[in-house]
């Protein structure tokens, strides 16, 4: 009371004079009110007043708080909360501190991964346009400024559209966020569970070296091997709550992982920092599985939501989310206790001020820094993608194909071997199978080092232009095509005999491939058809079929004729098809959009959800290689 009022702080104090404090009354202005007239003690003023009415005082406080509810925030500046001079000044050993806002005058800090307080993954919750993605913006720019790639590594998914992560990569400039080790750009669930495995995988790793040096956290191993690189990982996943979308196996997966890594993750100094429009809806998240996530989170940032919500995310007896404005977020930092709650206003993302930021962090770690693995959920593979992989299997004496991308971290390419082995051949089944996958196949099947003939047999009405343009395609890039043909369905039936009689001579000499397309069309299949699936690999012919209906597939290769396709696709197939074609009665898939499930029975533990090649260019064709020409 004594400084405020030169910090332009004020006290007005109602009290009945009996047994006043004397030295509280020496601080202020003492007045008395007497009906109309107010008298300053020991002074001779007296001012005269007229009281409002109880219905005029109610109006006027109806009509403050309609304006304090309504008025237009102005908005803080990144600047505010966060030097945007000092960059990278931070040591991540004992912990990462990020900046949100403010509280009243004071800046709101989190910090996680400290031994003291024991606070390690947030949940963030708000409802459509209140602010989220501003929010987990100012908090990785917030990270970012501070520490560099060397101290915090970021994993972000994005389970809607992937707008608020395409900043972080500029693929037209070759730039990225330098802390960003994954971007999940409309990531989806296999994704998903693949980010997690990766980082149990990295836990795992540090958990190991700690027990070698005898300490138990990062912090201790970091003040042991201070030269040693060991960044604090951040693992942001907004919309965290479509990961469990359908009740099923690979939704349970996830659910495990991600409350086992609440629990376990800490010690190795990973965090986790969960974001949703909406928990409180989600069967997934209720009862024991709800329980177990959201006791791990002390960390509860929401902004305004539904009552219900409010409840959901800070405990049942708070609901204070429900009575915010946007950009205003209640920051609790202790499992929602109510009386933890901040009430906190969110500085603003602004782009302009955030952008030259990312330049200069950028260009102060792009000699040493790689790109992030960037995953676009529905993007088409091409092979342009894996030329190295390409050129690798052309220069290999062994044919091979490639089957398509995995989803996971590491951006492997399943590859499968078409050797000498009997039931090397391929069946592909799906009612909307596109042919461009199945040419991509039967190209990579002919990029190898032995010359090789290539056999099209086209059961379907339409789709000879595509069956000419591979054909072309083929023959201008590749002198190891010696042979591409188009068949009917009358002039298959001696080809397949003629072929039939060169496999029982043994070896072929030079590997066949055979591409058949709508299999299903094809009523009155040869005996010698069987004979070739069955004997063909063993002499170097092989069998690329795609039938529409799994009920064709299994009436074409007869009782047992489903094991000489070591290889089998599934694309657009419905469910119980999927389980008999695959032999597993527990299988869970739902036939997406540019996706495959992918099963190689002799190297395979089970059955792989794939991204296919659906297009390559002749730029992938075309890479050199004098073997192609002999």
Same mark, same amino acid.
């Given at each position: 009371?004594?400084?405020?009022?030169?910090?332009?702080?004020?006290?007005?104090?109602?009290?009945?004079?009996?047994?006043?404090?004397?030295?509280?009354?020496?601080?202020?202005?003492?007045?008395?009110?007497?009906?109309?007239?107010?008298?300053?003690?020991?002074?001779?003023?007296?001012?005269?007043?007229?009281?409002?009415?109880?219905?005029?005082?109610?109006?006027?406080?109806?009509?403050?708080?309609?304006?304090?509810?309504?008025?237009?925030?102005?908005?803080?500046?990144?600047?505010?909360?966060?030097?945007?001079?000092?960059?990278?000044?931070?040591?991540?050993?004992?912990?990462?501190?990020?900046?949100?806002?403010?509280?009243?005058?004071?800046?709101?800090?989190?910090?996680?991964?400290?031994?003291?307080?024991?606070?390690?993954?947030?949940?963030?919750?708000?409802?459509?346009?209140?602010?989220?993605?501003?929010?987990?913006?100012?908090?990785?720019?917030?990270?970012?400024?501070?520490?560099?790639?060397?101290?915090?590594?970021?994993?972000?998914?994005?389970?809607?559209?992937?707008?608020?992560?395409?900043?972080?990569?500029?693929?037209?400039?070759?730039?990225?966020?330098?802390?960003?080790?994954?971007?999940?750009?409309?990531?989806?669930?296999?994704?998903?569970?693949?980010?997690?495995?990766?980082?149990?995988?990295?836990?795992?790793?540090?958990?190991?070296?700690?027990?070698?040096?005898?300490?138990?956290?990062?912090?201790?191993?970091?003040?042991?091997?201070?030269?040693?690189?060991?960044?604090?990982?951040?693992?942001?996943?907004?919309?965290?709550?479509?990961?469990?979308?359908?009740?099923?196996?690979?939704?349970?997966?996830?659910?495990?992982?991600?409350?086992?890594?609440?629990?376990?993750?800490?010690?190795?100094?990973?965090?986790?920092?969960?974001?949703?429009?909406?928990? #409180?809806? =989600?069967? !997934?998240?209720? %009862? @024991?599985?709800? &329980?177990?996530?959201?006791?791990?989170?002390?960390?509860?940032? /929401?902004?305004?939501?539904?009552?219900?919500?409010?409840?959901?995310?800070?405990?049942?007896?708070?609901?204070?989310?429900?009575?915010?404005?946007?950009?205003?977020?209640?920051?609790?930092?202790?499992?929602?206790?109510?009386?933890?709650?901040?009430?906190?206003?969110?500085?603003?993302?602004?782009?302009?001020?955030?952008?030259?930021?990312?330049?200069?962090?950028?260009?102060?770690?792009?000699?040493?820094?790689?790109?992030?693995?960037?995953?676009?959920?529905?993007?088409?593979?091409?092979?342009?993608?894996?030329?190295?992989?390409?050129?690798?299997?052309?220069?290999?004496?062994?044919?091979?194909?490639?089957?398509?991308?995995?989803?996971?971290?590491?951006?492997?390419?399943?590859?499968?071997?078409?050797?000498?082995?009997? #039931?090397? =051949?391929? !069946?592909?089944? %799906? @009612?909307?199978? &596109?042919?461009?996958?199945?040419?991509?196949?039967?190209?990579? /099947?002919?990029?190898?080092?032995?010359?090789?003939?290539?056999?099209?047999?086209?059961?379907?009405?339409?789709?000879?232009?595509?069956?000419?343009?591979?054909?072309?395609?083929?023959?201008?890039?590749?002198?190891?095509?010696?042979?591409?043909?188009?068949?009917?369905?009358?002039?298959?039936?001696?080809?397949?005999?003629?072929?039939?009689?060169?496999?029982?001579?043994?070896?072929?000499?030079?590997?066949?491939?055979?591409?058949?397309?709508?299999?299903?069309?094809?009523?009155?299949?040869?005996?010698?058809?069987?004979?070739?699936?069955?004997?063909?690999?063993?002499?170097?012919?092989?069998?690329?079929?795609?039938?529409?209906?799994?009920?064709?597939?299994?009436?074409?290769?007869?009782?047992?004729?489903?094991?000489?396709?070591?290889?089998?696709? !599934?694309?657009?197939?419905?469910?119980?098809?999927?389980?008999?074609?695959?032999?597993?009665?527990?299988?869970?898939?739902?036939?997406?959009?540019?996706?495959?499930?992918?099963?190689?029975?002799?190297?395979?533990?089970?059955?792989?959800?794939?991204?296919?090649?659906?297009?390559?260019?002749?730029?992938?064709?075309?890479?050199?290689?004098?073997?192609?020409?002999?």
């Amino acid at each position: 009371m004594k400084a405020g009022p030169q910090m332009g702080v004020s006290f007005i104090i109602h009290s009945i004079p009996l047994g006043a404090n004397p030295y509280l009354l020496a601080l202020c202005d003492h007045l008395v009110v007497k009906d109309s007239f107010i008298e300053r003690v020991n002074e001779s003023d007296i001012f005269g007043w007229t009281p409002s009415s109880s219905q005029e005082l109610i109006a006027i406080s109806e009509s403050v708080a309609k304006t304090q509810t309504t008025v237009k925030m102005e908005p803080i500046s990144f600047a505010e909360i966060q030097s945007i001079s000092d960059i990278w000044g931070s040591s991540s050993a004992s912990g990462i501190t990020f900046s949100l806002g403010k509280y009243g005058l004071k800046t709101v800090e989190v910090t996680l991964g400290d031994e003291l307080n024991q606070r390690h993954n947030v949940l963030i919750t708000g409802a459509v346009g209140q602010g989220k993605s501003n929010l987990i913006s100012i908090i990785i720019h917030s990270i970012c400024q501070r520490y560099s790639p060397i101290e915090v590594n970021l994993y972000l998914l994005d389970f809607k559209e992937g707008v608020s992560l395409q900043p972080y990569f500029d693929e037209k400039n070759n730039s990225f966020l330098p802390h960003a080790r994954v971007l999940g750009l409309e990531a989806d669930r296999e994704f998903g569970l693949s980010v997690l495995s990766f980082l149990f995988n990295v836990y795992r790793e540090r958990m190991r070296k700690f027990k070698e040096c005898g300490v138990q956290n990062l912090e201790q191993f970091r003040r042991v091997h201070p030269n040693e690189e060991m960044p604090r990982i951040v693992l942001i996943i907004d919309e965290f709550q479509l990961m469990f979308s359908n009740q099923d196996k690979l939704s349970n997966q996830i659910a495990e992982l991600l409350i086992s890594g609440m629990r376990l993750f800490r010690a190795s100094g990973i965090h986790i920092i969960l974001a949703s429009q909406t928990i #409180g809806g =989600n069967m !997934a998240l209720i %009862g @024991s599985s709800g &329980e177990g996530l959201f006791a791990q989170i002390p960390v509860r940032l /929401a902004l305004k939501n539904s009552l219900n919500e409010s409840r959901a995310t800070l405990g049942d007896r708070n609901d204070a989310a429900a009575r915010l404005r946007a950009r205003e977020a209640i920051v609790n930092l202790d499992y929602g206790e109510l009386s933890a709650n901040m009430k906190t206003s969110i500085a603003f993302a602004d782009e302009e001020v955030l952008s030259p930021l990312r330049s200069r962090w950028w260009n102060m770690a792009k000699d040493y820094v790689v790109s992030p693995r960037v995953f676009k959920g529905d993007a088409i593979r091409s092979l342009d993608s894996d030329r190295a992989q390409v050129l690798n299997i052309r220069q290999n004496g062994e044919p091979c194909i490639l089957l398509g991308a995995t989803i996971d971290v590491d951006t492997s390419s399943v590859q499968v071997s078409f050797g000498r082995d009997m #039931g090397r =051949n391929v !069946a592909i089944v %799906g @009612s909307t199978c &596109e042919q461009a996958e199945i040419f991509s196949i039967a190209a990579m /099947a002919s990029l190898q080092k032995r010359a090789a003939k290539l056999y099209i047999f086209d059961f379907e009405k339409d789709s000879s232009k595509k069956i000419k343009n591979i054909k072309n395609t083929s023959i201008e890039s590749f002198g190891n095509f010696r042979e591409v043909r188009h068949f009917d369905l009358l002039s298959a039936i001696p080809c397949i005999h003629g072929l039939m009689t060169d496999c029982e001579g043994g070896d072929c000499g030079s590997d066949i491939i055979i591409v058949a397309l709508g299999m299903d069309r094809f009523r009155n299949i040869p005996n010698e058809f069987r004979d070739l699936v069955k004997i063909g690999p063993s002499a170097g012919v092989h069998f690329i079929g795609w039938w529409s209906k799994y009920s064709s597939f299994k009436e074409q290769v007869g009782y047992g004729g489903e094991n000489c396709f070591d290889v089998r696709i !599934a694309t657009r197939l419905d469910q119980q098809s999927t389980k008999l074609f695959m032999q597993d009665a527990l299988l869970d898939w739902d036939s997406p959009e540019n996706r495959i499930l992918a099963w190689d029975t002799s190297e395979m533990t089970k059955p792989q959800r794939l991204i296919p090649y659906s297009e390559f260019s002749i730029k992938c064709l075309n890479i050199q290689n004098s073997t192609t020409n002999q």
